[in-house]
């Protein structure tokens, strides 16, 4: 008698190492959807950046990463036992147009651990997908995505989680000679809207076939149960991951958050922010920013994104539709978005202002704040916290009514002032301290501006990596106050603007 099979029946045996139980369910989908090879080992590695809160959720204690084995095996220089690491195929548009095969070019998926997120580390050398690429990824990038992908899981937005970022004096050649890192990646999947793509391209029906079981079984069973779609389970998945990228993309909008680099490959096919690039959250509130420097047309640019996702999800659709069968049932799971998307941003809006019913005149309020911030070129971050701290003030009637703070952020102090006006009027019912409560815990006192990202950067690159550690700690929790810390929390300095960030990473 087998007693592990006896009392865990559900359970592969797989092998523990390192603390970690590891599966490698994507391994099983076959070879037409990955290569299996080793990471490239890394230089004398040495720890930039580590998650207590990521290694707690694999079911780590944070001595875990003491161990020198741990270090040696998240730079790809010592194989963990269970592991099966490989790189995917996926295809995708680039800025609009079919770039044809793409796939995990500088990134080796270890596999799946007991807790339910695939590992992935990335700069880990080159695959057969590297093309022109050296299959790395440089110290500036990865400690970028490493805080971008923990500061957008503080904000409550879903994102890939970044275990930890470890350095090498490997020296990498991008515009100038610079070091290479690997960013230790973890989240459900890392399935792309590109790997559809892919297999629909090459008119491997077969292969999409088996991809979309393997997600919908995974991640979307009740693709199986709808009604909706007539027992259609493609459908329904081209419907769900329409909504939860809707919900994703008001999650951007709202907060600020410009991703930089939308295409198809970058777009998670469970709704996650993934391949943190040359990505910004707003300064001052523009509305037509740029955050990449490769971007020369402004496709990605802010207030671009949500039709840029639906463009996306359109050619999801079109990736699907060999196993959808008919170009209605594609095109109606895909309206979805348009509902979802404008309902999902009018709620996280309704939010921000601290606003706890709906009311039909919401709408022209929220248009109103967004113009107001865009003629003002109103710092985004800075004005919602500030208006927070002001909806509070609005709740203590002893004290002098002061709209200071806010005004002061706009030349034109008339708008401001008939703005504030027609607020506090729809603010009334539903009282001051309940609101400004909402407001607090919705508009982040701190988000990871490119200066701050910046300096710590800098600073990583003398081997003091206090700035990253500093930024990790405020951006964990990014609505708590952090007295002492106001600084990260100001305005950005003037050389802000100058900082070019590129597709080059
Ligand atoms: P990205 O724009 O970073 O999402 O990358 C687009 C594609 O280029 C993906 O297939 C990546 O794996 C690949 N890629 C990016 N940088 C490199 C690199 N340094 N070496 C190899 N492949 C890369
Ligand atoms: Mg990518």
Known sequence: MNMVQDFMPEMDLAETDLGLVWRNSFAQLGTDFYTALAPRPLNAPY???RSDAVAHELGLQPSWFESRDVLEAFSGNRAIAGTQPLASVYSGHQFGVWAGQLGD??????????????????????????????GRA????????FLCSEAMHGLGIPTSRALCVIGSDEPVRREEIETAAVVTRAAPSFIRFGHFEHF?????????????DYVVDRFYPACRESGKFAGNPYAALLELVS??????????????????????????ILGLTIDYGPFQFLDAFDPGHICNHSDHQGRYAYNKQPNIAYWNL??????LLPLIGEQELALAALESYKTVFPAELGARMRAKLGLLDEQPADLALIESVFQLLASGRADYTIFWRRLSHWVAGQANADAPRNDDPVRDLFLDRAAVDTWLLQYLERLANTGYGIASGLMLKTNPKFVLRNHLGEQAIRLAKLKDFSGVHTLQRLLEAPFDEHPGFDSYADFPPDWASTIEISCSS
């Open 138 to 145: 440089v110290l500036r990038s990865s400690i970028r995505e």
């Open 314 to 319: 359109y050619c999801l659709g079109r990736a």
């Open 105 to 134: 070019g500088r990134a080796h998926l270890l596999g799946e651990t007991a807790s339910g997120y695939e590992v992935q580390l990335k700069g880990s050398g080159l695959t057969p997908y590297s093309r022109m690429g050296d």
């Open 243 to 268: 909504e939860r990228t809707a919900r994703l993309i008001a999650q951007w909008q709202a907060v600020g958050f410009c991703h930089g680099v939308m295409n198809t490959d970058n777009m998670s």
């Open 47 to 49: 720890w930039v950046g």
């Open 200 to 212: 629909s391209a090459l008119e491997q029906t077969a292969q999409l076939k088996t991809l979309a």
